[in-house]
């Protein structure tokens, strides 16, 4: 039987380099087709909601941006345990705050979690309010892209490229910037 | 001598909601709610096509995507005057309906039913007398000894492992628990059924939607489905059939389970209906719309002042002209420029950051007043607006629940009591309970309306050469939701949210009035100040949300809190 697996974005699209995991969801659904068991989906920023993609599938690859302090444009690829090493938050005040690990940790309670995982971090730059990436988020989302097809191999699955030569650094979407946008700045703290 | 406590969850780069207390005498004499997030996203609206506006809306926050989506649409009709074809308020309200029950589920047994429940006790629990207890509270046919046996196994199994996992950070133990082992056995069980039942919500969400979390079925002026009953592609008897079937399960499982759960726990920390009131000023606004031209609503809005219901002022429409007029933010104790109120539609957000001082600024949160008094939003606003009209189904819910209530307490539970903590806990079920009913009512009015022919779904939206201004509203699972858009020329030229955690986690305001969090916090008692669970869990009653955003992943696990005790 062919394993069940879901190809995840995650991140704020309004939010700079935050946005860059659904960027790469965009990208792969512009230029691959996979077989039928496998779902592309951009889950924004999901709170406990991320339960529910979580569950009934074999095996995950979400894509992320990361705060890990390396280079911007650095892509870290991170599995179940790393992400659970940590468990949940100590104290959870509103729904966002559980997010992936307690999501995780739930979809596991019910003995429905996904038993392989993998995560891609892409290190941000920039995260103030805009619509636009950095060119170090631009260049790591063709790295990640490689890195999900690979995964995706490693996992049994199948695709097919339906559009050659397009590249991560001048692909554009729906909510790329109006020309001569700038990204609104957020008072230094 | 007061101790200050500082509950701060640092969990993404940008942070959220952060309470702090002063504590007297094992009792909360002073409060502040900050966000300690930037809220100026509206910004990047400026300039845009209002037609693309909710795409963008939706992602203001990944747990209310839908609702963003819709307010938005709402905004722009209501400002270009466009009504919308039935099929489409029929098949918006049927979303709105389902991503509203899976958020109350999620809610009350994944955010907030371990504020309550003990998971330390249910290894002392007896399976076999769980489940007669629970036979005798519901017809809920998973309540048997083996299902329960089975969900107490998955406890000890973690406990036994020696990695508490998801239950690592509770207060367990905490002397403000309550529940006998058995008691606490049959909700967690729940907990994990649950998990099934706002699936199927949200699957729902997406057969309607296409897609979850971002649903892509909008238009200025309607929906985007296809209708045609006869083919399986498009929205047709076979997809609404699978419809009706997952919304008559979780309707079920609201009836059978939620609302007796949450009475059933009520009726043990009866003094819970006492602590927690805080600001009882409520807002609502009308919902579910029944037709074309929203001439009339399937919830009703309106406004209480001080707890009074027998004065309730009733909302005609969702954009009512009152409420229109009478809502204006301040800054006076928020990170940004500005002299005075100011209503949405000249609303600023110009950040001026400042260090945390609760005599100052000391959040990113605006104060929404309405008519320059702080409201409370949410399920509890609307159940006592609904039930000071004399709302039937409203009423049908509510009486239900206080009776279940009383009948396990042995006390006469009247409509008084839910101004509190455990008010707003029961207004989210009663709610909930009445969606689930109107849920099968929505869909039955689509499929009549699709049987008299009517196969439109969408309006041409047509632009004035001048400046307009529109609100679009929406009862969303936390509150009152408003967008406010201001359209010149075709294109935003001021787009402003007040959504309910605004409404409800507000600072004090330019007269010194606190917002709701904060009053509601006052005089409750705290067994451990060290271990502030009751601050918890009159704050997870309100459901806060702040429209965040972030959600970088950190992998150094930096997932700290902060309980902070000076």
């Not at chain 1, 989302?141 to 699955?157: D, K, N, T």
């Not at chain 2, 949200?202 to 909008?218: D, E, R």
């Not at chain 2, 602590?275 to 029944?290: E, F, K």
């Not at chain 2, 509150?479 to 409800?504: D, R």
Request: hydrophobic residues 40%.
């Amino acid at each position: 039987m062919n394993k069940k697996i879901t190809i995840g974005g995650i991140g704020s699209v309004l939010l700079g380099d935050d946005g860059v995991g659904p960027y790469v969801v965009a990208l792969l659904e512009a230029a691959y087709r996979f077989a039928g068991n496998v779902t592309v989906a951009d889950l924004g920023t999901p709170g406990l909601d991320l339960v529910a993609h979580l569950s009934g599938i074999d095996a995950l690859i979400l894509i992320d941006s990361v705060a890990n302090g390396a280079t911007p444009g650095t892509v870290t690829l991170y599995r179940k345990e790393d992400i659970l090493r940590h468990g949940p938050a100590p104290v959870r005040m509103d729904p966002h705050s559980p997010a992936l690990s307690e999501s995780l940790l739930i979809a596991e309670l019910a003995g429905e979690g996904p038993k392989d995982i993998l995560l891609i971090g892409i290190t941000g730059e920039r995260y103030e309010v805009g619509a636009e990436l950095t060119d170090a988020a631009r260049q790591a989302a063709g790295v990640a892209v490689a890195q999900v097809l690979s995964e995706i191999g490693r996992l049994g699955a199948s695709y097919s490229e339906m559009r050659s030569g397009l590249r991560s650094e001048s692909f554009s979407t729906w909510w790329r910037p109006l020309a001569g946008e700038t990204p609104t700045q957020i008072p230094s703290r | 001598m007061s101790t200050r406590i500082t509950i701060d969850p640092i969990t993404r780069i940008e942070g959220h909601l952060r309470i702090d207390v002063e504590v007297e005498n094992y009792a909360v004499s002073n409060a502040w709610a900050s966000c300690t997030m930037w809220r100026g996203i509206e910004t990047i609206l400026r300039g845009r096509d209002p037609r693309d506006a909710w795409m963008f809306t939706q992602r203001f926050c990944g747990v209310c995507t839908t609702v963003h989506a819709m307010a938005s649409v709402r905004a722009v009709e209501d400002a270009l005057k466009l009504p919308v074809p039935a099929n489409a308020q029929y098949i918006r309200n049927l979303i709105l309906i389902a991503h509203a029950l899976h958020d109350h589920i999620v809610h009350f047994y994944q955010l907030s039913a371990l504020d309550w429940v003990d998971i330390l006790q249910i290894p002392k629990a007896d399976p076999a007398a769980a489940s007669k207890l629970a036979e005798s509270l519901s017809p809920w046919t998973r309540n048997s000894r083996n299902e329960l046996k089975a969900a107490q196994d998955k406890v000890k199994a973690v406990a036994a492992s020696g990695q508490l996992g998801i239950f690592q950070n509770g207060y367990w133990g905490h002397p403000a628990m309550r529940l006998s082992p058995e008691v606490n056995l049959l909700a967690f069980s729940h907990y994990v059924q649950a998990l099934e039942y706002q699936r199927k919500a949200l699957q729902v969400v997406g057969m309607l939607g296409s897609k979850t979390p971002h649903i892509q079925n909008l238009v200025v002026g309607g929906v985007a489905n296809a209708i045609d009953l006869d083919n399986q592609s498009a929205l047709g008897i076979d997809k609404l059939e699978q419809i009706r079937l997952l919304l008559a399960e979780v309707a079920r499982f609201i009836r059978e389970v939620y609302v007796v759960d949450v009475c059933a726990v009520a009726a043990m920390y009866p003094e819970w209906f006492k602590i927690g009131s805080g600001v009882t000023n409520y807002l609502a606004v009308p919902d579910l719309p029944l037709d074309s031209n929203a001439a009339a609503y399937d919830l009703p809005g309106g406004v209480i002042l001080q707890g009074n219901l027998g004065a309730v002022q009733p909302f005609k429409t969702a954009s009512d002209p009152v409420f229109r007029e009478s809502v204006t933010e301040d800054v006076t104790h928020a990170y940004y420029q500005g002299e005075q109120p100011l209503h949405p539609w000249k609303g600023e957000t110009e950040p001026q950051f400042t260090d945390w001082n609760g005599d100052r600024k000391y959040s990113w949160v605006k104060s929404p007043r309405y008519k320059g008094q702080p409201m409370q939003v949410g399920p509890l606003a609307q159940v006592l607006i609904g039930y000071a009209q004399g709302h039937a189904l409203t009423k049908k819910y509510a009486d239900l629940a206080l009776g279940q209530v009383s009948a396990i307490a042995r006390v006469n539970a009247t409509p008084a009591l839910l101004h509190s903590t455990l008010g707003r806990h029961a207004a989210r079920a009663i709610r909930a309970a009445m969606l689930a009913e109107l849920a099968d009512k929505h869909l039955q009015l689509l499929i009549d309306n699709i049987a008299k022919g009517d196969l439109s779904v969408h309006n041409q939206p047509v632009f004035p050469f001048g400046e307009v201004e529109g609100v679009g509203t929406h009862e969303a699972p936390r509150g009152t939701l408003s967008h406010w858009i201001v359209i010149k020329g075709g294109k935003i030229k001021n787009y402003q949210a007040v959504v309910p955690s605004t409404w409800n986690a507000s600072p004090r305001d330019e007269k010194g009035a606190h917002g709701p969090y904060e009053a509601s916090l006052l005089h409750t008692p705290l067994a451990r100040p060290e271990e502030p669970l009751e601050v918890l869990r009159t704050v997870h009653s309100f459901d806060p949300c702040m429209a965040c955003a972030c959600h970088t992943f950190d992998p150094s696990g930096t997932q700290i809190a902060r309980v902070k005790v000076l």
